[in-house]
């Protein structure tokens, strides 16, 4: 009788799993990392653009891989943020390292595959970078968008255990393809640096401390004033929105949900504070049913990539 298998399995003695060795938890993070990014996206979408009273009356609480939203996606179905990652990964592994013009190369070349979705500033400079070959955009007041920061995770992982400057050099040699900005930069290499500081172990609680005042002392970064909802692409409201809704929570699941229920570019939100709730929390804090809904295919290109950048940087 299957109440009673129940029972005894219930009652059946617990068998203590091996501690997992450093190495192993660091390789559990980093594809916690690549796979809550992927399904911050998927999560997203469904809502993107929309407002927290437009998801309300629409969804209620929208917690569930669903697909669909203005792009009109299939359950699991990830968007630019996912996909624009994967090629700058591919580009580090095929190059051996990070390389501005191998990035922008990558970039074109996915750009040229038809993506389900593109930012403008992405299409405005990858396009110049056909016609020049320089791979960094002019500097512009204007690029300050979350184009860059969308698509890091590469770089931590590939630069993780490096000096801070070769992970800071390579984080502006990949966002400043398409967008060369100083408020662009600092939340990059934030990021970048608190990925690699919560897969060593480090909680959250100093990672805010240390990581996220830095960056506030940057002139309009502080995301403890006010509730940033319906956040646009602009990458103040990105971090403030990532920010309140990781530094709020104490597991994955209830940071995206937090994150994504804000609306607006909620993609990019899901896809940053699934990258960083990911590096936090482990493979284990993941909801299966959002691991079972994201797109197979991506599943594995994510988990297979976190595991080759890792490699590439010696661990």
Not at 153 to 160: D, G, N, R, S, V
Not at 281 to 305: F, N, V
Request: hydrophobic residues 40%; contains cysteine.
């Amino acid at each position: 009788m299957l109440w009673a298998r129940e029972l005894i399995a219930r009652n059946a003695p617990v068998r203590n799993r091996p501690t997992p060795s450093p190495r192993e938890c660091l390789l559990d993070k980093a594809k916690a990392a690549y796979l809550g990014l992927a399904i911050g996206d998927a999560l997203g979408a469904t809502v993107e653009f929309l407002t927290p009273n437009e998801i309300r009356h629409q969804i209620g609480i929208h917690s569930d891989i669903t697909g669909g939203g203005w792009l009109r996606l299939k359950a699991g179905q990830v968007t630019d943020d996912t996909t624009m990652s994967l090629a700058l990964g591919k580009s580090i592994l095929t190059q051996g390292s990070v390389d501005a013009k191998a990035a922008a190369e990558a970039f074109d070349a996915w750009m040229r595959g038809k993506p389900v979705d593109i930012g403008n500033t992405v299409r405005r400079n990858l396009i110049q970078f056909r016609k020049t070959g320089n791979p960094a955009a002019p500097a512009s007041e204007h690029d300050a968008g979350n184009g860059a920061a969308m698509r890091l995770l590469p770089i931590a992982l590939a630069c993780y255990g490096q000096p801070p400057e070769t992970t800071i050099f390579s984080s502006r040699a990949q966002a400043h393809v398409t967008h060369n900005n100083a408020l662009s930069d600092a939340a990059c290499e934030t990021l970048i640096l608190m990925v690699q500081d919560l897969m060593s172990g480090h909680e959250a609680i100093d990672v805010e401390r240390e990581r996220a005042a830095t960056l506030v002392q940057t002139p309009g970064f502080a995301y403890d004033k006010k509730r940033c909802d319906n956040p646009s692409g602009y990458i103040v409201d990105t971090i403030q929105a990532v920010f309140q809704s990781f530094f709020a929570t104490e597991n994955f699941e209830d940071c995206l949900m937090e994150v994504v229920n804000r609306g607006g570019d909620a993609d990019t939100t899901g896809a940053i504070a699934g990258m960083l709730a990911g590096a936090c929390y482990g493979m284990d804090s993941i909801p299966k049913r959002w691991l079972k809904a994201l797109d197979e295919a991506t599943s594995q290109k994510c988990t297979d990539q976190a595991l080759a950048l890792m490699t590439l940087a010696g661990h």
